[in-house]
T-cell receptor, first 116, second 110 residues
Framework: DGGITQSPKYLFRKEGQNVTLSCEQNLNHDAMYWYRQDPGQGLRLIYYSQIVNDFQKGDIAEGYSVSREKKESFPLTVTSAQKNPTAFYLC??????WGTGGDEQYFGPGTRLTVT | QKEVEQNSGPLSVPEGAIASLNCTYSDRVSQSFFWYRQYSGKSPELIMSIYSNGDKEDGRFTAQLNKASQYVSLLIRDSQPSDSATYLCAVNMNDYKLSFGAGTTVTVRA
């Protein structure tokens, strides 16, 4: 059963702590993405990776870090430098980043992070 | 100007009616266009993708693309209460970037 898994579903942390969000896919997709969604707003791109051992900053990368050591996995670390970390974090994947049909992005169930 | 703009909504339609959602985008070189459905508290689900001008139909959903006018729309025919959700328009502006609109919330009243 192919898909994208994210864990945990809910995460609570104290201010000043780093936290790592997990994202795994078994769709054999090359590209993976991290988005953030705030209430009433669209999705904003944090980081993306087109291939293993390579990743690029998106529009709001400050305060976040990622790694892509395996094709299936793209974990996101929210560091203490991120000023407003409370949000809904969504991981997505696609076969490619460009091209008819290949760039359809599929989302995991999301992780809701609350920092107090 | 925002890269992708959608009707602010909310849009309320009676059951069985047609819901019409609109989206405009700013980048003329955009090639890929998507509609996602997002239920409250859930992640977005891809419901339609369209790449060339014209209409694309899938069940009760029809996507319409007009690249000259930089406009993409989604029609939901025979609207059902289960269609009540927020619909996100997304446009692939570049070789990697999927830009999303803020979404239009649709409520189908029984």
């Amino acid at each position: 059963d192919g898909g994208i898994t994210q864990s945990p579903k809910y995460l609570f942390r104290k201010e000043g702590q780093n936290v790592t969000l997990s994202c795994e896919q078994n769709l054999n997709h090359d590209a993976m993405y991290w988005y953030r969604q705030d209430p009433g707003q669209g999705l904003r791109l944090i980081y993306y990776s087109q291939i293993v051992n390579d990743f690029q900053k998106g529009d709001i990368a400050e305060g976040y870090s990622v790694s892509r050591e395996k094709k299936e996995s793209f974990p996101l670390t929210v560091t203490s430098a991120q000023k407003n970390p409370t949000a809904f974090y969504l991981c997505a994947s696609s076969r490619t980043t460009w091209g008819t049909g290949g760039d359809e992005q599929y989302f995991g169930p999301g992780t809701r992070l609350t920092v107090t | 100007q925002k890269e992708v703009e959608q009707n602010s909504g909310p849009l309320s339609v009676p059951e069985g009616a047609i819901a019409s959602l609109n989206c405009t985008y700013s980048d003329r070189v955009s090639q890929s266009f998507f509609w996602y459905r997002q239920y409250s508290g859930k992640s977005p689900e891809l419901i339609m993708s369209i790449y060339s001008n014209g209409d694309k139909e899938d069940g009760r959903f029809t996507a319409q693309l007009n690249k000259a006018s930089q406009y993409v729309s989604l029609l939901i025919r025979d609207s059902q209460p289960s269609d009540s959700a927020t619909y996100l328009c997304a446009v692939n502006m570049n070789d990697y970037k999927l830009s999303f609109g803020a979404g239009t919330t649709v409520t189908v009243r029984a």
